[in-house]
T-cell receptor, first 112, second 113 residues
Framework: GESVGLHLPTLSVQEGDNSIINCAYS??????FIWYKQESGKGPQFIID?????DKRQGQRVTVLLNKTVKHLSLQIAATQPGDSAVYFC???????????FGKGTSLLVTP | DTAVSQTPKYLVTQMGNDKSIKCEQN?????MYWYKQDSKKFLKIMFS???????INETVPNRFSPKSPDKAHLNLHINSLELGDSAVYFC????????????FGPGTRLTVL
């Protein structure tokens, strides 16, 4: 859902279920995307990246899907664990190509 | 071993003061960045340096002055601190410009009273 006021969109899942976090990007010229995980009090941590010549990339328990037609990116986490609870950000290369533009972030809460 | 480190972790200061935040990376990267994260968790690029040269300055007030003494360090000096400067500041580094994963430090929480 959309963020309201100070609240981030929140996804609540049960331990062991699969999670899907979605992101819409705005720059149709973007050719590189990254997902980051940020735990409370820590810096963003690189999870997985994908270039625009691919539509799917898999890592350990994570999969990123890219749909350039609708400018949509998703992060799938398999068998979600309590340690996956964090804020997840998608990022795309900026127009200059020299930095990243970050999305709003989605808070993932994993319940036992 | 910490890849990207920042000091201090917390900084509380009065309006009008001048303060510095230091950043060091031991990854051998040649590009370093400063980002600001506001209270809504929104992350925005401030500066980017490549091989000690300024590449990006994203309309940041000139009270903010980055300095890169060498490729492994990018410090941020802030003059005449204002209430709106309160945020978490993250340093990051990457190997080369653009289209590379950036690795972030633990952040510095700046509170201006």
């Amino acid at each position: 859902g959309e963020s309201v006021g100070l609240h981030l969109p929140t996804l609540s899942v049960q331990e062991g279920d699969n999670s899907i976090i979605n992101c819409a990007y705005s720059n149709s010229a973007s050719d590189y995307f990254i997902w980051y995980k940020q735990e409370s009090g820590k810096g963003p941590q690189f999870i997985i990246d994908i270039r625009s010549n691919m539509d799917k990339r898999q890592g350990q328990r994570v999969t990123v899907l890219l749909n350039k037609t609708v400018k949509h990116l998703s992060l799938q986490i398999a068998a979600t664990q309590p340690g996956d609870s964090a804020v997840y950000f998608c990022a795309e290369t900026s127009n200059s190509g020299y930095a990243l533009n970050f999305g709003k972030g989605t808070s993932l809460l994993v319940t036992p | 071993d910490t890849a990207v480190s920042q000091t201090p972790k917390y900084l509380v200061t009065q309006m009008g003061n001048d303060k510095s935040i230091k950043c060091e990376q031991n990854l051998g990267h040649d590009t370093m960045y400063w980002y600001k994260q506001d209270s809504k968790k929104f992350l925005k690029i401030m500066f980017s340096y490549n091989n000690k040269e300024l590449i990006i300055n994203e309309t940041v007030p000139n009270r903010f002055s980055p300095k890169s003494p060498d490729k492994a360090h990018l410090n941020l000096h802030i003059n005449s601190l204002e209430l709106g400067d309160s945020a978490v500041y993250f340093c990051a580094s990457s190997s080369g410009l653009g289209r590379q994963g950036q690795f972030f430090g633990p952040g510095t929480r700046l509170t201006v009273l």
